[in-house]
């Protein structure tokens, strides 16, 4: 009987040594301190309150982290708002019409290219590859994702476009992209969707006078096609390049349609809101908990990292390793000069915005070291299906990138963004486990997530 005393008090004196770790937050981040957590099913309230018997502290938190994960979850997305540049954005037959030619191999002289060629729906509109490749060519850089950039102020790594169907256009002429030319596109879509134009755009024009519009002929490196532009007359050149434009813009009037769905950490967010201690213990784990716990707290991630779409889209140098055999990638520094000088960015007379509208190039930075090697923050959702990873492919998992931020190198040239982040290897695992809770199929009506033909 003595003995059980002895035990039942050495018990008691254990629990009362774990109260006190707990309480004054020696037991806190980390795997191990939640489960020694969870063990007792303890938890401090807000602000280092009381203990609180029966509440599973991985899911405790504080009224302004709860704020703080609500900001993130998907249900405070705004309605995407219309991009004043592109008036058939949100037309149905400027959708129907991109639809179409997102998936048309036809937009490329061998017929082998689309757009669905690197952004392909079953990989979450990318394609896996360290660099996009069509050609047996790599690009400069990863293929990005396009869901939910509908709502990103600039476009590709660099920033070097201001809208979605400004993008669009470029890789159509890229030579180790779509290789095409502008007149051969016009001619093409006119040609086989002359109808389905014509109700989003209005009369077809006649570009078959191959003396004034030439059947390969654009302001690209190829001497023979380039020559062939200059030769045209500047009226010509404009009615090429509005054709062109509505291309353009029929295909971001599709993929605006592509957004984000729901993921199991929205839900999360919803039983974080009204501290739904039961609903918050079936969806995520005291490990999962725990890294979204470091995510707002601790990893500062949400400094680039916010919003529902878990970026800031603004530009930053991370200091990242270059690829063997690359040279210097200069990023927004040359992207920012690329869209101002951008026949097709918004200020531009195949825009359909007022100057007014165009409040993002009109205070465009030009120049400073912040912009030295700085690229667009990406948006975390499905990350764990987007890799390999930044925009030089160079981090084959999610592994690789924790790593690099827990090191956090200098960069040279520029000035990296980044503070180590010093975790423990248990820290680590946390905070992969809770971006895997980020996946979500992408939230567009399923017959848009496969080619017209296969509806």
């Not at 709860?66 to 309605?79: K, Y």
Request: with cysteine; aromatic share 10%.
């Amino acid at each position: 009987m003595r003995r059980l005393l002895v035990a039942g008090g050495s018990l008691a004196l254990i629990l009362l040594i774990a109260v006190v770790l707990i309480s004054t937050g020696l037991i806190g981040g980390g795997t191990v301190g939640a489960t020694f957590r969870d063990v007792f099913s303890w938890s401090v309230g807000g602000g280092g309150g009381a203990l609180q018997p029966g509440v599973a502290p991985a899911h405790s938190w504080t009224e302004t982290e709860r704020g703080l994960i609500a900001s993130l979850s998907i249900d405070r997305l705004p309605p995407l708002p219309p991009d004043p540049s592109n008036a058939v954005g949100d037309s149905p037959d400027a959708v129907a019409l991109g639809h179409a030619l997102f998936f048309d191999s036809g937009l490329s002289p061998d017929g082998s290219v689309a757009c669905s060629t690197c952004h392909q729906p079953d990989n979450y509109f990318t394609d896996g590859k360290v660099f996009a490749n069509v050609r047996d060519i790599d690009t400069p850089r990863h293929t990005p994702t396009i869901v939910g950039v509908a709502y990103s102020d600039w476009f590709y790594w660099d920033g070097r476009k201001d809208s979605q169907w400004a993008q669009a256009l470029a890789p159509q002429e890229a030579a180790i992209e779509h290789g095409g030319t502008r007149t051969a596109h016009a001619r093409y879509v006119l040609s086989h969707y002359a109808n389905e134009y014509e109700a989003v755009f209005g009369p077809v024009p006649d570009f078959s006078d191959t003396s004034r519009f030439p059947p390969e002929a654009a302001p690209v490196e190829n001497e023979t096609a380039r020559e062939a532009w200059e030769g045209m007359t500047e009226g010509d050149r404009g009615a090429i390049n509005r054709v062109f434009a509505n291309i353009g813009k029929s295909i971001a009037a599709y993929s605006r349609r592509i957004l984000p769905g729901r993921s199991r950490f929205d839900d999360y967010a919803a039983a974080a809101l009204v501290n739904d201690q039961a609903e918050m213990s079936e969806l995520f784990s005291a490990q999962e908990a725990e890294g979204l716990r470091l995510f707002i707290g601790k990893g500062q991630c949400t400094d680039c990292h916010n919003g529902p779409l878990f970026t800031n889209g603004t530009f930053h140098n991370i200091g990242l390793p270059l690829p063997e055999g690359s040279r210097f990638d200069q990023g927004r520094t040359q992207g920012t000069y690329q869209v101002v000088e951008d026949t097709f960015n918004c200020l531009g007379e195949y825009s359909d915005a007022s100057e007014e509208a165009c409040v993002e190039l009109r205070f465009i930075k030009l120049e400073g070291e912040e912009l030295v090697g700085a690229f667009k923050v990406p948006g975390l959702r499905n990350v764990a299906h987007t890799g390999p990873y930044m925009h030089n492919g160079i981090f084959p998992d999610l592994d690789a990138v924790l790593r690099h931020y827990n090191h956090a190198p200098p960069a040279f040239p520029g000035h990296s963004d980044l503070v180590p982040l010093a975790f423990t290897v248990e820290q680590s695992e946390a905070l992969k486990a809770f971006l895997l809770t980020l996946s979500a199929p992408p939230d567009a009506p399923p017959e848009l997530l496969l080619p017209p033909n296969d509806e």
